[in-house]
């Protein structure tokens, strides 16, 4: 963006610049391109509603579990084998089961654990407890049975037999009991509800994907066999499994869907060594005649079923509409930067696409206090100087980097046409052929650097240069020079030109003279005022400026490095 003050930069806009490259190859690929990148905005905008605004579902569940079971000694029904909820939106269901009946608080011996086995009373600790024991240890070593002792324990007796849980399960049958699972949702941006329970519910139906993806009653059995797990394996030791509930909802007038979408998974690790699938425990009490209590311990194991509920809703948004429309165009600047890289990167190292590519798209800017350019009338380029000036800027080396432009733009020509001659055609002997006609110098005190015979003795090495870079005659002696650089009405022409109002006959009026003379040659020399600021103009032309417009106080500033 090019500097401006700031009441200017209110007034202006600045657009970038861009480079085209008639090719066809690089063309075919700027279209694949953005075909592929319109394609992928089209298909995210419709098909993830990327023009909607988006709100979180809020959920509630509630469940139900219906089915009967029988075994050898007992009917279980809906109270006997489902538990209180043991963690919020889950239930839990009874498989397999190990009894302990008729305890009483009583002393007996613990279950022949390794820490209980003893040989001795010596062997048992008075009041000792482990976290694998069932009680409090007395102190004496009894028989647990005909071939083994045990520390006795106060505990409730008899103690629960630690064994594996029943192959096959208990309650094997379970896997026949249905659940109807009640979901409630609630959108509160939208200020939407709305639940699982269709409008024309049929209690008698069964989920299936195929033909009831909507029906809100699950079998168990195929619950985990969506999950892809086994009913009769699971239900020895247990587990866990996750129902997942996915509320997908488009609240748009025009494309209105708002369903839910099952799935299962197992959650917990089933191939863990300790402590596998999900167990616990838990008694029934019973008061006997004579008052003593009782109780019967239950061991159960069974699959924890945890509902978990995802969801997001969408509705037309502009806003949204255009913050993605506006985000997305980005992606097509990805061409350019693409092709930019494969023409760096790619190509070959020497070839003319890929220089001609930097010359045109890079232009190399360096810090303008480390730059002095140089023009002399003998050679017909412009000369960069970046190094530190160790000797005279005469014989410093640098880069050509531009051949001269068309030398003199029309503003200067409007200011010429006073003569009738043309300048550019009369006597052509006077500009580039001088580097053929030499001459020997003018004066002894002539400058070791100064090629011309005009320059000036000075210390400052930036302004030790002459107009020439070989012998020859200088470029002040030139009628061009006369006219086109020292002429009071020409440079008069061009300063009322860009200010038609000054008032020439003010007392500094040789400065601004002297001034627009020093761009004059610039222009003429450089052939843009782009580079006005870094040019060095030659000792012998300036000198001969300041002698034709001079400073009242004799004090010139010069060229500055910093």
């Not at 440079?491 to 004059?520: I, W």
Request: charged share 25%.
């Amino acid at each position: 963006m090019a500097a401006c003050g700031s009441l200017e930069c209110l007034r202006t806009y600045d657009s970038s610049k861009v480079i085209r490259f008639q090719s066809l190859k690089y063309a075919c690929m700027k279209w694949i391109f953005h075909i592929f990148v319109g394609a992928y905005v089209g298909y995210t905008l419709i098909i993830d509603r990327r023009y909607q605004e988006k709100d979180n579902v809020i959920s509630s569940i509630h469940t139900k579990v219906k089915g009967v079971a029988q075994t050898d000694e007992r009917i279980w029904d809906t109270a006997e084998y489902t538990m209180p909820m043991q963690a919020i939106d889950s239930f839990f269901v009874i498989t397999n089961v190990i009894m302990t009946e008729n305890q009483l608080q009583r002393r007996c011996p613990e279950y022949p654990i390794a820490k209980a086995i003893c040989s001795s009373d010596k062997s048992c600790e008075k009041g000792s407890v482990d976290h694998q024991s069932n009680g409090i240890q007395t102190g004496r070593c009894v028989n647990y049975n005909a071939t083994i002792k045990t520390c006795e324990v106060m505990a409730w007796c008899p103690v629960e037999s630690q064994k594996g849980a029943p192959v096959p399960a208990v309650l094997k049958s379970s896997e026949d009991f249905t659940v109807l699972i009640k979901n409630n949702i609630h959108f509160p941006k939208f200020n939407y509800t709305t639940q699982n329970i269709p409008l024309n519910f049929n209690t008698s139906c069964t989920f299936n994907k195929i033909t009831s993806p909507l029906c809100p009653i699950f079998r168990l059995g195929d619950i985990l066999q969506a999950a892809n797990e086994n009913f009769s394996e699971v239900a020895v030791e247990g587990g866990i499994i996750g129902i997942e509930i996915n509320w997908d909802c488009s609240l748009d007038k025009w494309f209105y869907y708002c369903s839910p979408k099952y799935d299962f998974r197992r959650l917990d690790d089933k191939t863990t060594s300790k402590y596998p699938g999900f167990n616990f425990r838990f008694a029934k009490y019973y008061k006997l005649p004579n008052g003593e209590e009782q109780r019967t311990l239950f061991k159960v194991y069974g699959i924890r079923f945890d509902v978990l509920v995802f969801g997001t809703a969408g509705k037309f948004d502009i806003i949204e509409l255009v913050t993605y429309i506006g985000s997305m165009i980005s992606y097509f600047g990805l061409a350019v930067f693409v092709i930019d890289s494969y023409i760096s990167c790619c190509s070959c190292c020497k070839s003319p696409v890929k220089e001609y590519h930097f010359r045109k798209k890079y232009e190399t800017v360096l810090n303008p206090r480390q730059v002095m350019y140089v023009s002399y009338v003998d050679e017909p380029h412009v000369t960069l100087i970046t190094k530190h000036l160790k000797t005279s800027l005469q014989h410093t080396k640098g880069d050509s980097v531009e051949s001269h432009p068309e030398k003199f733009s029309d503003a200067v020509n409007c200011c010429t046409n006073n003569s009738d001659r043309d300048p550019v055609t009369e006597e052509p002997e006077e500009m580039y052929p001088l580097q053929k006609r030499r001459q020997k110098a003018s004066s002894p005190d002539r400058p070791a650097w100064c090629c011309c015979g005009k320059c000036q003795l000075t210390e400052k090495r930036h302004e030790q240069l002459c107009c020439r870079r070989k012998e020859g005659k200088c470029i002040t002696t030139s009628p061009l020079f006369e006219r086109l650089v020292l002429s009071r009405d020409n440079l008069k022409d061009a300063l009322l030109y860009k200010e038609p109002l000054l008032d020439l006959n003010s007392t500094n009026v040789n400065d601004k003279l002297r001034h627009c003379a020093f761009k004059q040659y610039i222009h003429w020399r450089f052939g843009s005022f782009d580079l006005e600021h870094r040019t060095v103009i030659p000792s012998c032309c300036r000198w001969k400026i300041r002698d034709t417009y001079p400073k009242a106080d004799g004090k010139y500033t010069g060229f500055k490095t910093t």
